[in-house]
Each structure stands twice: as structure tokens, then as C-alpha cells.
């Protein structure tokens, strides 16, 4: 794939990286880390839905953990030339877990990348002090994926709701982000259940939220 953003920086938002991606823009490196985990892995999957190759799916996307998988395993799967399709897709995940002397021994993939891959690594809370890291970042997009803070939680729930095919009363949104807290997988799947209640084309109402996730919710 074409290149074209490589030499933009470099530090994104999560909306930055659709807007940009969906502009044509590509990198050989994108890092998607954070601790918040819901709307990194949702990233994560929406980037290689959309840089897996169209053909040959099956011999050129590489889905690997970086706590079972080697640097020199790594590096040859990322080394390896696509079969029948322009380019190969590795997906490494969890890599929080690698260690420093695994960091170093990668870095050899960012110092000589290959024009026929792409390398999506995910990670929690990484050290962005190290090379590899910062050379990620360097050469690709680096995206972080931070928790929202409480003020900012009922715009998120709005979204979620819209983003889920569901109506959701201001009131309502402002009462699950109390009963619920930051936990945006949680919430999510609050609004997952909800959405079950109303049916289609209900709303979903503070009656509603308090009934479902009041039982289980924490209150300030």
C-alpha cells in the first residue's frame, strides 16, 4: 500500500486515525495503545478490516500474541513476501508484554521495513521510552487510547448509543455514567442491554437505565 502519510507526524487521536486513514493516507507502522481497552480493540479491528489483503486472506494476515510468539518468529512472518496479494498484514497484540531485550531485538523491523507488509501492533500501557517504540511511532502512527474523564462519559454514551442504532434521553445517558463509572466495555454493553429492553425504535430512558444497570452500578 502507498506510503503517502509517512512522513506526517506521527501522534494521533482515535478520530484522527479514521479521518486520516479514510483520506488515503497509509504508513508501513500503526501502534494502538492505552489502557483503555474497548475502544482500542474496536480500533484495532476497523484498521485490519481495512488493510487485510483482499485476496489470499488465509496466507497474509498474521494475527499473533507477543507473549506466545518469538522476536525472531515475529520477524519472520513480518520478513516473509505476501503470496498472491500486494501485501502482507501482521497484527501483534498485547505488547505490553514484551520485554526490553525483545524491544531490542524488533527494532530491526522498524530499521529495515518491508515495502509488502504492514505491522498493526496493539498494546496496553507501554513504556514509550523504549526504541522500539518510539520508532514505531517515528516511521508510522501512534495512537493512544486513553480512559475519558467523568465529565466527558454522557457525550461517549450519546455517541455509543447513535454509533449502536439506538435513541438515548440526555437524562438517561448523564444517569448510566453515574450508575456505571469509566468503564467503557461496561457501559457498552449497558447500552447493548438496554437496546434489548426498548426494542426497535424505542428510546432509551432513565427508567430504563435505572432498572437495568442500577442493580449492579456503583453510585458517588
Not at 113 to 134: E, N, T, Y
Not at 176 to 188: Q, S, T, W
Amino acid at each position: 500500500p502507498g506510503m503517502s502519510g509517512a512522513r506526517a507526524s506521527r501522534r494521533l487521536k482515535p478520530a484522527d486515525l479514521v479521518r486520516r486513514f479514510e483520506t488515503g493516507e497509509r504508513v508501513p507502522f500503526y501502534l494502538l495503545y492505552g489502557e483503555e481497552d474497548y475502544e482500542r480493540d474496536r480500533a484495532a479491528a476497523w484498521l485490519a478490516a481495512r488493510l487485510e489483503p483482499a485476496v489470499g486472506r488465509d496466507f497474509n494476515l498474521d494475527m499473533l500474541r507477543a507473549p506466545d510468539t518469538s522476536p525472531r518468529a515475529v520477524l519472520e512472518t513480518y520478513n516473509t513476501y505476501p503470496l498472491m496479494a500486494p501485501h502482507r498484514l501482521v497484527v501483534l497484540r498485547e505488547c505490553e508484554q514484551l520485554s526490553a531485550d525483545a524491544c531490542r531485538e524488533l527494532e530491526a523491523l522498524v530499521e529495515r521495513p518491508m515495502d509488502s507488509s504492514v505491522l498493526v501492533a496493539v498494546g496496553g500501557k507501554i513504556d514509550l521510552r523504549r526504541r522500539l517504540f518510539q520508532r514505531l511511532a517515528a516511521v508510522g502512527w501512534a495512537v493512544e487510547f486513553a480512559t475519558p474523564y467523568a465529565d466527558r462519559l454522557p457525550q461517549w454514551i450519546r455517541n455509543q448509543a447513535r454509533r449502536a442504532g439506538a435513541a438515548i434521553e440526555p437524562a438517561a445517558a448523564d444517569t448510566l455514567a453515574l450508575l456505571v463509572g469509566r468503564n467503557l466495555r461496561e457501559l457498552a454493553a449497558e447500552i447493548d442491554k438496554a437496546m434489548t429492553f426498548v426494542g426497535p425504535g424505542g428510546t432509551i430512558t432513565t427508567q430504563v437505565v435505572r432498572s437495568l444497570a442500577g442493580a449492579d452500578g456503583q453510585t458517588n
